[in-house]
């Protein structure tokens, strides 16, 4: 609070600062304060003003009033000048009717009235009560924002501080939509190889989300250090919202229920292993070390929502896991509207150097965003993944728009120069796959359907595309393939032609479970002729 | 839509395509491309046949069928064939192919 000065708050007798180089309008000035309670000083230049405002602070002032010849003093420089010194201060200029055009220049300016004279003594007075009551006002919001700001900073700071020993850290953005939000996440050490992670999403996005979010925080961070077991905090935690917060009688004098969306995560990094209790939260996102991933479904409902009930748990062996990714529903809203994958948008985020790089794109968002990622890997870095989706044979004929998704996803999460150069061998050589995939590999029965991941590890920089379409796969010898190459084309089906194009576009291609899984590599940057 | 040109002194028909050449847009090239060099009113009046592919970023496989299609009845015309190209990709779907064998590539990068 020590930047903000705080002295205009404080009720003591309004002060005005008279400046005008006429010695009899200001006489009359002078007359018109006698009726208007307050305190005043006189000066009768701009250097005078200035002299006067720095010498007693700006902040002792309530209201600035001149009244100078224009052809004399720049009262637009003043005003400049005042805004500079203390932008809740605020000014009245009082000129000649003829000077019109003055007078919206000194509004634009910063002036917060303009009175063209003559001005009757009992205008003055409105004037200086109205003025007076305003800068008061604008300096109470003033500290306030400037609390607000302080807390988010704090807010911030908790959320970025965070890590977890014994695995290779956390990437974590966190942007609330106002300075402060109602999403948080916690890491608690329970012993030296097991952590547990709360991220959650308190409905709202404003103070009074922030307030139960940092409740809630602490008290499952005070829970869990003295041996709490994770449903032990989850049940307290409903238990508080139902029966005090959500309770009946406070429902009926109108208060807006509360509910908590979080994913409660125990890490084990001596046995490899992670637990979950998901209560209404995003699922959280696994990703192996080549990128793919696979979604932690399970959960129950969010807390406070309902009685206390079992809150279902599951748990994963971490062996060939390198990434946690949690996020809350503010991260999809914005990949929603940017018409990109989740994923891309989640890469972007996790290595923006600043948060103030793309503040274009990070500003449309209409939640509070939290998105972490636990990195278990602590020696290679991994592929992480760019784009994901299920395809069935209905998406053939849409086969067009399927690739425009991939391309709007590969361009918005990878740095231009990287992916350019490749982007169309990439599109071909995915859409070739997909097709063979989705019409030889898929059946038109419910529950087939093609896979496509991209993912990307940016230490090689490859770009990794993935084809699966679980069924039982076709011969396909890749030495065949390149045989081919070396013949003439115009016997070959176009099964084969799409084959020796993605073998010749790809820099590396490999057939997984006879075929029905296709990974190709792509090194980014550059394309060889 | 492709669009032609004949150059009656060279005898030359130039078929400038919209975009690319893929499997939800073949069939529909191929019927364009058929009227314009079979049955119109130039059928008759050209030697060679380009294939201005400037606007395009990528061939698939059905497009590339397509392309080997065209390769075989100009070969029976005894006609020339030739590719216009600005996308790297395309230029190397050809030679992954072989297809700049059976066609004059003219690649000018963008």
């Not at chain 1, 001149?66 to 005042?82: F, K």
């Not at chain 1, 890590?163 to 996440?185: A, M, N, S, V």
């Not at chain 1, 379409?469 to 032609?497: C, R, W």
């Amino acid at each position: 609070m020590s930047e903000i000065d705080t002295q205009g708050l404080a009720e003591k007798p309004r002060r005005i600062l008279l400046v005008d180089n006429e010695a009899c309008s200001l006489e009359y000035l002078k007359a018109c304060l006698k009726k208007v309670d307050c305190a005043y000083d006189t000066a009768c230049n701009n250097r005078e003003a200035k002299d006067i405002i720095s010498r007693a602070s700006a902040s002792s002032f309530h209201c600035i009033i001149t009244n100078c010849d224009i052809a004399e003093e720049n009262t637009i420089e003043l005003i400049e000048w005042i805004k500079n010194v203390d932008e809740t201060l605020s000014t009245v200029i009082i000129a000649d009717p003829r000077e019109k055009e003055f007078g919206t220049d000194t509004l634009r300016k910063g002036a917060s009235d303009y009175l063209e004279k003559p001005v009757p003594p009992k205008l003055i007075a409105e004037v200086v009560n109205r003025l007076c009551n305003l800068t008061k006002q604008q300096r109470s919001f003033r500290v306030s924002h400037f609390a607000v700001s302080e807390l988010a900073n704090l807010q911030s700071n908790f959320c970025q501080s965070k890590k977890i020993p014994g695995t290779k850290g956390l990437d974590l953005f966190y942007l609330p939509k106002h300075e402060l939000g109602g999403d948080f996440l916690d890491i608690v050490p329970i012993s030296p190889t097991c952590y547990a992670i709360t991220c959650a999403d308190v409905s709202g996005h404003d103070l009074k989300a922030a307030y139960i979010s940092s409740y809630f925080q602490g008290m499952a961070r005070g829970m869990l250090q003295k041996g709490a077991a994770l449903h032990e905090v989850i049940e307290s935690i409903n238990h508080i919202l139902l029966k005090e917060w959500n309770s009946l009688e406070t429902s009926q004098k109108g208060c807006v229920n509360f509910s908590l969306a979080a994913a409660f995560t125990l890490i084990d990094t001596e046995t490899g292993s992670a637990e979950i209790y998901n209560c209404g939260f995003p699922a959280p996102i696994l990703v192996d070390k080549d990128g793919v991933t696979y979604f932690w479904e399970d959960g129950s409902q969010p807390l406070g929502w309902f009685e206390e009930g079992i809150f279902s748990h599951s748990s994963y062996l971490l062996k060939d896991i390198n990434y946690i990714i949690m996020h809350t529903d503010g991260h999809s809203d914005l990949a929603d509207s940017l018409d990109i994958h989740p994923m891309s948008l989640a890469y972007w985020l996790l290595n923006l150097e600043t948060k103030q790089e793309h503040y274009e794109i990070t500003s449309l968002a209409t939640d509070d965003i939290l998105l972490a990622n636990v990195n278990l890997n602590k020696n290679e870095e991994g592929f992480f993944p760019i784009f994901q989706q299920k395809l069935t044979q209905l998406d053939i004929p849409r086969i067009d728009t399927v690739q425009s998704e991939w391309e709007r996803s590969l361009i918005f999460a990878l740095p231009q120069e990287e992916i350019e150069p490749r982007m169309n061998d990439i599109l071909l050589c995915c859409r070739e796959i997909t097709l063979n995939a989705l019409k030889h590999g898929c059946t038109d029965a419910e529950g087939s359907f093609c896979d496509v991941t991209f993912s990307y590890q940016k230490a090689s920089n490859i770009l990794s595309a993935w084809i699966d379409d679980h069924g039982p796969g076709f011969e396909f010898n890749k030495q065949e393939v390149l045989a081919e190459m070396g013949t003439m084309l115009i016997q070959k089906s176009h099964i084969s032609l799409g084959l020796i194009t993605v073998s010749g576009l790809s820099d590396d291609i490999q057939n997984i479970r006879n075929g029905s899984c296709t990974r190709m590599n792509f090194k980014l940057g550059h394309t060889n002729l | 839509m492709i669009t032609h040109t004949l150059n009656a002194s060279s005898q030359e028909l130039v078929l400038t395509f919209p975009g690319d050449l893929l499997s939800t847009n073949a069939n529909e090239l191929n019927d364009e491309i058929t009227s314009l060099c079979k049955n119109g009113e130039s059928s008759s009046k050209w030697n060679t046949l380009t294939l201005d592919l400037k606007n395009a970023r990528m061939i698939d496989s059905i497009g590339l069928n397509l392309l080997v299609c065209l390769v075989k009845d100009i070969k029976e015309k005894k006609g020339q064939l030739k590719a216009l190209i600005t996308s790297r990709t395309i230029y190397r779907t050809f030679l992954a192919t072989r297809l700049d064998r059976s066609i004059e590539v003219v690649f000018n990068e963008r």
